[in-house]
């Protein structure tokens, strides 16, 4: 351990420099996306359907505001950039403000990621909930997610002893290495998501929807490979040029790429509990052709998330069970009248050839 700035990729104060709106642009656009997409989550909660806010709601607004924040720290750093840096003082003093942004955005970024994380957990158990190995490996991801949080959290604050050493250069003390962090953390974090990603493909593979609504699934998910995509480009990028002295280029892939996949993992999480909000305003992507009882509930079970919807479908089954047992019962019914029937009638002992020899005999 030696005493260094714990942020890699800022070195020197002539690294600040040209952290633009490179950074901004996209992150504000996805921000403002996952916003639209937030917001439309709980009106199809309140309004659509009533007195379904869960747990995993409160986690995605939450990660939302912490995204906010992440997204305002990069606005910050770049109107910081844009000062006038010729005094050597003021260059330490801009400098000790950056790595304090960078050290607040780093704690954002693990607390919103593993908010946003968990919310899929959740979700996944109410989803699946009738599938006892998705809610036992559910709940063993919840767990490999908290850790993986604490450790990204935990790392940060206590990277460097004593902690103000990591934005003040001038305070004596010993740092860990941050590029160590940061790969660990993002290894676990690219081991996660590819587990959320696949865990219920098989099942969801085995539902027969509709089309269209198989086709708005598959972009769901094929918006989850994404983050996937994002968490391996973020950690690929930012190693590759912070090795090659690009320290200034690296912090910015840092920023652009943490942006991206957070709000990117916020709008696929929103996505998943739009269909009743899509079936009140949009009907016709929602559905291609009527369905039957037994069928919607299903289906409500497969995509809505919510417990009941399966308690649903067993009232169906049941209901439907009920009426073939009444329906076996009057066919028993009718079969064992139809047998009386036959017992009742009295044999028939005249026969007309019969008749016909005996007047002949006689």
């Given at each position: 351990?030696?005493?260094?700035?714990p942020?890699?990729?800022?070195?020197?104060?002539?690294?600040?420099?040209?952290?633009?709106?490179?950074?901004?642009?996209?992150?504000?656009?996805l921000?403002?996306?996952?916003?639209?997409?937030?917001?439309?989550?709980?009106?199809?909660?309140?309004?659509?359907?009533?007195?379904?806010?869960?747990?995993?709601?409160?986690?995605i607004s939450?990660?939302?505001i912490l995204?906010?924040?992440?997204?305002?720290?990069?606005?910050?750093?770049?109107l910081?950039?844009?000062?006038?840096?010729d005094?050597?003082?003021?260059?330490?003093?801009?400098?000790?403000?950056?790595?304090?942004?960078?050290?607040?955005?780093?704690?954002?970024?693990h607390?919103?990621?593993?908010?946003?994380?968990?919310?899929?957990?959740?979700?996944?158990?109410?989803?699946f909930?009738?599938?006892?190995?998705?809610?036992?490996?559910?709940?063993?991801?919840?767990?490999?997610?908290?850790?993986?949080?604490?450790?990204?959290?935990?790392?940060?604050?206590?990277?460097?002893?004593?902690?103000?050493?990591?934005?003040?250069?001038?305070?004596?003390?010993?740092?860990?290495?941050?590029?160590?962090?940061?790969?660990?953390?993002?290894?676990l974090?690219?081991?996660v998501?590819?587990?959320?990603?696949?865990?219920?493909?098989?099942?969801v593979?085995?539902?027969?929807?509709?089309?269209?609504?198989?086709?708005?699934?598959?972009?769901?998910?094929?918006?989850g490979?994404i983050?996937?995509?994002?968490?391996?480009?973020?950690?690929?990028?930012?190693?590759?040029?912070?090795?090659?002295?690009?320290?200034?280029?690296?912090?910015?892939?840092?920023?652009?790429?943490?942006?991206?996949?957070?709000?990117?993992?916020?709008?696929?999480?929103?996505?998943?509990?739009?269909?009743?909000?899509?079936?009140?305003?949009?009907?016709?992507?929602?559905?291609?052709?009527?369905?039957?009882?037994?069928?919607?509930a299903?289906?409500?079970?497969?995509?809505?998330?919510?417990?009941?919807?399966?308690?649903?479908e067993a009232?169906?089954?049941?209901?439907e069970?009920?009426?073939?047992?009444?329906?076996?019962?009057?066919?028993?019914?009718?079969?064992?009248?139809?047998?009386?029937?036959?017992?009742?009638?009295?044999?028939?002992t005249?026969?007309?050839?019969?008749?016909?020899?005996?007047?002949?005999?006689?």
């Open positions: 351990m030696h005493h260094h700035s942020s890699w990729y800022i070195l020197s104060p002539a690294a600040t420099a040209h952290i633009s709106y490179d950074a901004l642009i996209p992150a504000a656009m921000t403002s996306l996952a916003i639209c997409l937030v917001a439309l989550r709980w009106y199809s909660r309140i309004k659509c359907r009533p007195g379904h806010v869960a747990c995993e709601d409160w986690f939450v990660a939302m995204s906010l924040c992440f997204t305002a720290l990069i606005g910050g750093e770049i910081l950039d844009r000062q006038n840096n005094r050597e003082d003021r260059k330490k003093a801009n400098l000790s403000i950056l790595l304090k942004m960078i050290f607040t955005q780093s704690l954002l970024y607390l919103a990621i593993a908010l946003v994380k968990s919310s899929f957990i959740l979700q996944y158990t109410r989803l909930s009738l599938v006892p190995f998705i809610t036992r490996t559910c709940h063993i991801l919840l767990v490999f997610i908290l850790g993986a949080a604490a450790w990204g959290v935990f790392g940060v604050v206590f990277m460097c002893r004593p902690t103000r050493s990591y934005w003040d250069l001038g305070v004596p003390g010993s740092c860990l290495s941050a590029e160590d962090h940061f790969f660990s953390t993002s290894v974090g690219i081991v998501d590819w587990a959320i990603w696949i865990l219920p493909i098989p099942v593979g085995r539902l027969r929807l509709p089309r269209r609504q198989k086709m708005g699934l598959v972009g769901v998910f094929g918006l490979g983050v996937c995509i994002v968490s391996i480009l973020r950690l690929v990028l930012v190693h590759h040029f912070a090795h090659l002295g690009r320290v200034t280029r690296a912090g910015t892939f840092a920023m652009i790429w943490s942006a991206i996949e957070l709000n990117v993992a916020i709008i696929c999480a929103s996505l998943l509990v739009l269909k009743p909000l899509f079936a009140r305003f949009i009907p016709a992507i929602v559905s291609e052709q009527p369905m039957s009882a037994r069928e919607d299903r289906l409500w079970a497969g995509l809505g998330g919510l417990r009941h919807l399966a308690d649903t009232a169906v089954e049941d209901e069970e009920k009426e073939d047992d009444h329906g076996r019962r009057d066919t028993a019914v009718a079969m064992d009248e139809r047998e009386m029937r036959r017992v009742a009638l009295p044999a028939r005249w026969h007309p050839r019969r008749e016909l020899k005996r007047r002949k005999s006689f």
